[in-house]
């Protein structure tokens, strides 16, 4: 089973290690995202040469998570899953149930990771960790977690709202040698450009991947993130409040703005109190988001909806953001001293 190997006499940078040790050929991971990245995702993701990632939620099955990861595995390449911490505090058995199907790296976000990780080592894999400030960051420098993933907040879906993903990944690179990731705001050939070039050892895409014809989200959705720009979103708890799910109040989501969030995220206050009084506003957003209506379903997506298009295929968007290589060679050619 993988294991990253300890720094030798020869340095390898850690973006070589780890592509070694996962084998992709492409340093992009399509975001483990619940309700999207299900097997055909990242059976797709790796078949590609990258990495494919299952996201595992907080109400899955453990018929679904069998028959999800053995798609996932069905491409004979490397793949993982990713789950939350806060979840797995309650129950450990969606982490133990995607371990038997042997994924190679499994990330554990949005909590502390302790027993969780412990259980991945157990297995073989890596382990993990998205980080959204500081002291999340300190936190995945502890032995037991393998890879960093930065992730900023203009990343799409959970997560903290503090900061961006370039401070994160630069203040990350200069703390650790352990391989980092970055993850939120990243779209295009560009975008992986930059955070490559900076040092980071692969891209972490979510909402480009959410619009992906493989994703599992309903077309209306994928059309949704497909239409909007990248000022469209917005960061709030104010769906989760709503369809009373307990995230711990530290990670809202950034989705897509609509009518609902329009009428609510201002008075979270209201809506609490709406909630409580009585079911009908939770059964209209259910509602919305058993038919997939934009207008009022939560759409999460982060600002990077504005630079992807529904309909393309998995492979495609993975041929094209490895266009990342010239895009290097033409930075270097172009600062190259005469
Ligand atoms: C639709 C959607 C669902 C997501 N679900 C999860 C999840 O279940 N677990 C998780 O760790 N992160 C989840 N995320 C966050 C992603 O892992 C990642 O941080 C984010 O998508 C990166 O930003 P980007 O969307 O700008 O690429 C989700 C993101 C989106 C867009």
Known sequence: MPELPENTAVSIHPAKK???????????FNASMAGAAGGALAA???AAG??????IGGNTTKEWIDGEAAIAASSGRPWGAGLMAWVLDKNLDPLEQVLEHGPSFVCISFGEPGPAAALVHESGALTGMQVGNAAELSRALEDDID?????????????????????LLQLALEKTNKPVIAAGGLATSAGVAAVLGAGASAAWIGTRFAAATESMSHRNIKDAIGAAGIDDTIYTRAFDIAQRIDWPVEYGGRALRNDFSDNWAEDLEALGATVDASDALTDSINEARAKADP?????????S??????????????ADLARFRSVLQQAAQRWEFA
């Not at 780890?18 to 992009?28: C, F």
């Not at 207008?295 to 600002?303: D, K, N």
């Open 305 to 318: 909806a504005g630079l992807s298009a529904a309909g393309q295929s998995a492979a495609e968007i993975v």
């Open 44 to 46: 797709a993701v790796s």
């Open 50 to 55: 990258g990495f494919g990632m299952l996201g």
């Open 147 to 167: 890879v960093v993933i930065c992730r900023g907040n203009e990343g799409g879906g959970h997560g903290r709202n503090e900061v961006s993903t370039l401070p």
């Open 18 to 28: 780890l592509q070694q040790v996962l084998g992709y050929a492409e340093p992009i």
């Open 295 to 303: 207008s009022l379903a939560p759409v999460y997506a982060g600002q």
